[in-house]
C-alpha cells in the first residue's frame, strides 16, 4: 500500500477526531505509507473528500469518525473497489462493533497497514423523488428514530447514555405509527411502535435491534415491535442492548432481499443521522464494499 487519503471528522467524539489525526497520520507515515490529510468542516465537504479521493484512485481511503463519517467513506468507496478503513473516534462506532473492527484507534491503524480486506454488504436505501445512498448499519422509523431525535439535539451527546435519556423523555408522548410496509410477498397495513431494517444489526451506541445479523448473507434484518403498554417498552429497554428482547411476543423480526417502509408524517434516521420522510426503499447490496480488517479476520 502506498497511497492513501485520510478524511476526519473534528467533531467527532466531541473532538477527539481532531485529536487522533496528528498521531494517525504519524503512524501511517512511520510505516511508509503516502498520505494525503483532509480536515473538513463541514459533512458535504467531507462527502466531498472522501469521493474525490475514491476518484483518484488512491490505494486505500481512511476515516477517522464516528457512524456519520462511516457513513460517507461506504459511500464513497462502494461499488469502486477501493477498500474503506475505519478509525474509530465517535461517540457510538455501531458499524465498528458490528463489523467487529478494532475498538482502539492504534489497533485500526495496524490492521489497515496490514492490508487485508473483506467483503461486506450493504443497504441501498432510495427516497420518492429518485435519491439514493448507501447505509451500513440500520434505518429505523417510529419511536428509534424520535429518540434519535431528542438524543441528537441535547448539547452534549453522550451515546448510549443520551439515548437511554432520550427513551424515558419520549415515552410520555409516543404513540404507536400507522405503517405500510411492502416486500415480495406483498403489502401490510400496520401499526407498530418502531420498525428498522438493518444490514449490520447494531445502532443507537450498542443497541442490537438485530440478534444474529450476518454482514455478508444479502439479505436485510427487520424488526418490528407491536404496541405495547409504555411500562412493558421501559421493561424492555435493557435488553435491547443484549438483544434478549427479541423473546418478547411484542417482536417480529424477518429477512428479506427488498422493503419498502412508509407511513404518514414518519422520519427516518440511518447511520446515526437524519435520513428524512418515508418512503424509503431499502434493497440489500451484497459484497458492495470491502472494508480493512484485521489479518485473521480476513
Known amino acids: 500500500m502506498t497511497q492513501l487519503a485520510v478524511v476526519a471528522n473534528p467533531a467527532a467524539g466531541h473532538g477527539r477526531g481532531r485529536r487522533l489525526l496528528a498521531s494517525v497520520l504519524a503512524r501511517f507515515e512511520e510505516a511508509g505509507a503516502t498520505v494525503t490529510a483532509h480536515l473538513p468542516v463541514h459533512a458535504e465537504d467531507a462527502a466531498r473528500a472522501c469521493a ?3 476518484a483518484d484512485g488512491v490505494d486505500g481511503l481512511v476515516v477517522v469518525g464516528g457512524d456519520g463519517t462511516t457513513h460517507l467513506g461506504l459511500n464513497a468507496c462502494a461499488g469502486s473497489g477501493v477498500p474503506l478503513g475505519i478509525v474509530p473516534a465517535g461517540t457510538g462506532n455501531d458499524f465498528v462493533r458490528s463489523a467487529g473492527l478494532p475498538p482502539r484507534w492504534s489497533d485500526a491503524v495496524d490492521a489497515i497497514l496490514a492490508g487485508a480486506t473483506r467483503p461486506v454488504d450493504l443497504m441501498g436505501v432510495t427516497d420518492a423523488a429518485g435519491a439514493a445512498c448507501c447505509v451500513g448499519s440500520v ?3 417510529g419511536f428509534d428514530e424520535r429518540v434519535a431525535r431528542r438524543a441528537d439535539a441535547l448539547p452534549l451527546n453522550l451515546g448510549a447514555p443520551s439515548y437511554a435519556w432520550g427513551v424515558v423523555a419520549e415515552l410520555a408522548r409516543f404513540r404507536p405509527q400507522s405503517y405500510r410496509l411492502t416486500t415480495a410477498d ?8 418502531l420498525v428498522a431494517v438493518a444490514n449490520a444489526g447494531i445502532f443507537g ?3 442490537r435491534i438485530a440478534p444474529g ?3 455478508d448473507d444479502g ?4 424488526t418490528i415491535v407491536h404496541p405495547v403498554p409504555r411500562r412493558t417498552l421501559l421493561r424492555l429497554f435493557p435488553s435491547l442492548f443484549t438483544g434478549g428482547f427479541v423473546t418478547h ?3 417480529e ?3 428479506v432481499a427488498s422493503i419498502t417502509v412508509d407511513g404518514p408524517d414518519m422520519l427516518a434516521s440511518a447511520d446515526g443521522e437524519p435520513l428524512g420522510p418515508v418512503p424509503l426503499a431499502c434493497t440489500a447490496r451484497p459484497r458492495a464494499v470491502r472494508i480493512f480488517v484485521p489479518q485473521e479476520d480476513r
Not at 186 to 193: K, N, P, Q, W
Open 52 to 54: 474525490q479521493a475514491v
Open 139 to 141: 434505518v429505523s422509523t
Open 186 to 193: 406483498g403489502v401490510r397495513e400496520l401499526d407498530a411502535i
Open 205 to 207: 451506541g450498542g443497541i
Open 213 to 215: 445479523f450476518d454482514l
Open 219 to 222: 439479505l436485510l434484518d427487520v
Open 249 to 251: 411476543p411484542a417482536i
Open 253 to 255: 423480526r424477518f429477512r
